[in-house]
């Protein structure tokens, strides 16, 4: 939602404060521009990047315009998800689990926990520094470096779709001058003629560069913010389980290893100790 304001009123205050001055929006509208500043960019996203990268920058305009899930109400789920693992660990001990991890479709404590399923990789995430655990002869400092070699590789890739974005943002501008330096040559072959030609083709060159620098600073560059700040909730979201499972795998108690995983969330989405202790106590329907 806020992506759909965002761009209304860059939009919108542009056309305004233009048309306030006296201009007409129609001229503005100049097809060839976007055609040489839209496809020499995507070009050169093309060029810049592995097939898989370019994909997912237009997989990510979906992302757009989709509410993050990384809300209060998703960790709840998580941390009565993970308190659910821990008790029953720590009833039944680590083989106790084997089961559920096995089949996590069928399992009883998973199965109730639909929404984190939806967070793509989250339960084969949980899954399987379950079964890592369960092996056994695993230091803990050992356990928490694989973690944070998984987390890292984690964050380096959610960031490349991002930092893509970025790059073409910041490209904008120069294939807006490139598109205006084309009109300027078109325009110069009409040197002699009627003033109005040529003042049209004055206006159609500098309109890219206006598109340009538009698009760059007005759309894409926050897009691709917005894109980060996604990667950087997830990344949060993965951080609560890997310090949740640390907490219960160092024989922390299964509400303490819970608490351990709450503290590190972000204060805008965090839990209260009650809410997380209301929600942990209720019984299935």
Aim: charged residues 15%; aromatic residues 8%.
């Amino acid at each position: 939602m806020n992506t759909i304001i965002g761009l209304v009123m860059v939009l919108g205050a542009c056309a305004l404060g233009f048309t306030l001055s006296g201009g007409k929006l129609l001229a503005l509208w100049q097809p060839n521009e976007l055609i040489i500043i839209g496809g020499a960019a995507f070009g050169a996203l093309v060029m810049s990047n592995p097939i898989a990268i370019s994909i997912g920058v237009l997989k990510g305009f979906g992302q757009l315009f989709t509410a993050s899930p990384f809300k209060k109400v998703l960790y709840l789920e998580l941390l009565a998800l993970m308190y659910e693992i821990f008790n029953k660990i720590r009833r039944e001990g680590l083989l106790g689990i084997e089961k559920d991890i096995d089949a996590p479709a069928e399992s009883p404590i998973f199965s109730k926990y639909p929404t984190i399923e939806k967070i793509h990789g989250s339960m084969d995430f949980i899954i399987d520094y379950l079964r890592v655990m369960t092996l056994g002869g695993v230091a803990s400092h050992d356990l928490d470096a694989l973690f944070d070699a998984e987390l890292e590789t984690h964050h380096t890739e959610s960031h490349l779709v991002p930092a893509s974005l970025g790059n073409l943002s910041d490209g904008l501008p120069g294939f807006g001058i490139v598109a205006a330096v084309m009109g300027v040559v078109i325009t110069m072959s009409h040197i002699g003629g009627d003033p109005a030609v040529l003042g049209h083709h004055v206006g159609a060159a500098l309109v890219g560069t206006f598109l340009g620098i538009l698009m760059s600073y007005g759309i894409f560059g926050p897009m691709s913010k917005y894109l980060e700040h996604k990667a950087r909730e997830e990344a949060k979201f993965y951080e609560c389980i890997k310090v949740s499972m640390m907490a219960s795998f160092n024989g922390a108690p299964p509400q303490l290893a819970v608490e351990f995983g709450r503290k590190v969330l972000y204060h805008s989405v965090r839990p209260t100790w009650t809410e997380v202790e209301e929600r942990v106590k209720q019984k299935p329907a």
